[in-house]
């Protein structure tokens, strides 16, 4: 039961934000409940947003009672409600995803780090510009590269949306010793780590603002770009390392990466299908994405393009490689859990090539806890999963 209630605290604190605004008509939605005309319409609801249908007509009028209800304008309110049930007949489905160009990249390195824990390993911290933004990540890399060699590498998406956690670092440099290179972006908007650093008396904070949208998606992507550039990195492929937050961004990148992408490992990953995510909040169930007051300040149709755009489960079929998907076994039903299945559902009718293992004990944060025993169970699953799809490359004896 306390990992169950730590999973949820930390989904909380995970949940990224583009802004401290509140659509009218929204605002301490969770004090009320729906009355019978309000669920009567969510019930409907659900599945044509579920499946991509342009409900957008019908969002507004939910959105128009809501206000109403606000004002405590009751009955006004319910009239709009049954006409935004009535709006749900003869959908269309939303407009097709349109894609930007894949974001080049150049780094400049900031500051070679230190980890003392793994001396044959080198810490780059570097800088790029995306979307006109200046944005931080970290490059590890072996010390003692081998002559000539060209290492694959791991993208690795981290969970919240503080920055790097600075003791995962660790972790990363196992893996380079095993013959990868591994980078991970701070992500727009964040710290560059969890901990305060700083260069000359200033903290670095990536440019931009959190999105839990296209952003995030193109810091990695344009990442990759820059790292392919380096003269001990396999060019045009690496495998995705994620977790929460993270992993969400990071099965978005391997999609928009098609056959670059070679293997993804995915550690309870936030937002895979942000319709459930947005529908809970409708229904007042509980609350996993604070920042969706704030995401629902936009005009109703945009915010379905967006939605879909955002989820893996609608981009699903861009999936070529391999999938490992982990989740905590501690808070099952929770719409981590829910949303999963809901993947699973679109891989099976793909085709696609995945493996789902959830892990006894396991809260939501459970892969940053190395030496506990749901860590353990899952790092030697991912290790025999890397060692079948991306193996690392060896060191000469």
Known sequence: MKQFFLAILFSLLYIAYSGDTVRPGLEKIEQSMPDEEELAF?????????????????????????????????????????????????????????????????????????????????????????????????????????KDAQYPLILYCHGAAFGLPGDFLNFLAELVELGYVVIGPSMRGESVFQFPFTINGKELKCEGEIENLDGEVN?????????????????????????????????????RGGKKAKAVISYDAWLVNPQRYYWDRMRRAPRNWDSWEDYCNQPALPQLIGLVKRSIIHNAEMIQCPLLLFIGGAYQGSVFHQSHDDLILVLEKLHKEYKYETIPQGGHNFVLYRESLPAKLAWKSQMAFLNTHYPPLKSEK
């Open 219 to 255: 810091d990695c992507l344009s990442m990759l770009s820059a790292a392919w550039k380096l003269p001990y990195v396999r060019p045009d492929e690496f495998a995705m390392l994620g977790h929460s937050f993270g992993a969400g961004v990071g099965l978005l990148a391997a999609a």
């Open 42 to 146: 969510l019930e409907a609801f659900k599945q044509p947003f579920f499946d991509g249908k342009d409900v957008s007509e019908a969002l507004q009028c939910w959105f128009d009672g809501r206000l109403l209800s606000q004002q405590r304008l009751n009955r006004q309110a319910k009239v709009k409600w049954m006409e935004a049930k009535h709006k749900l007949k003869e959908l269309n489905p939303l407009p097709k995803t349109e894609w930007s160009p894949w974001p080049d990249a150049t780094f400049t390195t900031v500051k070679p780090l230190e980890l003392p824990s793994h001396p044959t390993v080198n810490i780059d911290l570097v800088e790029w510009k995306v979307d006109n933004l200046k944005e931080y990540g970290v490059v590890l890399s072996p010390k003692n590269p081998l």
